[in-house]
């Protein structure tokens, strides 16, 4: 089965603008990006590169710069079965890909929060995606429109998708590799706050 | 195996103030603790209510008005195995707490958002819960210190406890039961934001 990593190069992760200048958005956001494609490798599956802009790594590349929703679907209408895995899930590890992978659905889910879809297998020809809005509910919609039978995948981790700040604590409380490297050595600490826990800029960074 | 479900009756949910009067933060989070009242009884269990003043609710109930870390560590003192979910979890499935209490582990952990600890079991007699900052770590820790084996569940169901506005969305998005209902009722929405999907109250609320 493909697996392939939709990753947008410029511009990336702009809700985390308060806290990162945009060259730290970049390095952080090709962190993460590495954290997903040493998990794929891992569960045993060779990642391809999505990306709106060529970018230096070690990995099949398909460079497309249209909205993430055409280039997948542009994928989708050519080949099945084929996973669709988010760029900023950090936390992923390869059993909760493999869990993800291994369903026996046509069509497996893996929810955000906020009603997103952070990652997907489609295995049934005629199923699309939609990232705008609530794209969980819309795929869950989609894929019984077309007849195809649903899987949902209930992972903490594939659930957790960087965006924001608050996010970050996720990834320093559960997060190894890259991009956890990445927030130690720019100076980003758990600090505790009125509830969940949350994040502070200390030292070099 | 006791499945104890801890609940503040008084001044619940506080960081929902914004959004909510404090009646319908007491109905909303008794809402809540009936969706996790169920999913442990299709589950297979007989829950108990730890709660700091009598409420009415058809279950064994122990009232204890001392701090959450005191009145669920008196409990884990005195019986084992025991397993403590969070009364904020209308998202709690019978799949997913089934997952949580048949771990073979010591101690399983089922982690929340911003570090903290939603449901577990002690299977330890000497393990003990410390539910300040960032208790998954703390609670991790404190499980190999006595020499505890640790497992931990990988939910996203079970990792989202609802807090905040914008958690909301999670129940409007994944739930059913009470929670849901009440949530219709009073005419909360989801509605797009910029980003993840977010709510607003409407008609008669």
């Known amino acids: ?23 730290e958005r970049r390095e952080f956001s090709r962190a993460m990006l590495d954290n997903v494609l040493a998990a794929i490798r891992e569960s ?26 055409t280039a997948v679907n542009a994928i989708l209408e050519t080949d099945s079965p084929v996973a669709i895995v988010m760029a900023d899930l950090p ?9 993800l992978f ?16 952070n990652a997907l297998v489609a295995r049934h020809p005629d199923f699309r995606v939609d990232y705008h809005g609530t794209s969980y509910l819309d795929h869950r919609e989609g894929a019984r429109r077309v007849g195809a039978s649903v899987g949902i ?10 965006d924001e700040r608050a996010d970050l604590a996720e990834v320093l409380v559960h997060g190894e ?4 490297a990445w927030l130690d050595r720019v100076g980003v600490r758990l600090v505790r706050s009125d509830g969940r826990v949350g994040v502070e800029r200390t030292g070099n960074g």
């Not at 702009?14 to 060259?23: E, I, N, V």
């Open 1 to 23: 089965m493909r697996v392939v990593v939709p990753f947008a190069a410029e511009q990336p992760k702009t809700r985390l603008d308060d806290f990162f200048t945009p060259a």
């Open 153 to 162: 995948v209930d992972s903490f981790r594939l659930g957790t998708d960087i």
């Open 44 to 69: 045993g599956h060779e990642p391809e590169l999505l990306t709106t802009a060529p970018i230096e790594r070690d990995v099949p590349t398909i460079v497309d710069e249209r909205p993430l929703t």
């Open 177 to 180: 590799g890259a991009a956890r």
């Open 91 to 99: 936390l992923a590890t390869p059993a909760a890909l493999a869990w």
């Open 102 to 117: 291994d369903a026996p659905e046509d069509v497996v889910l893996a929810p955000g929060r906020g009603g997103g879809t």
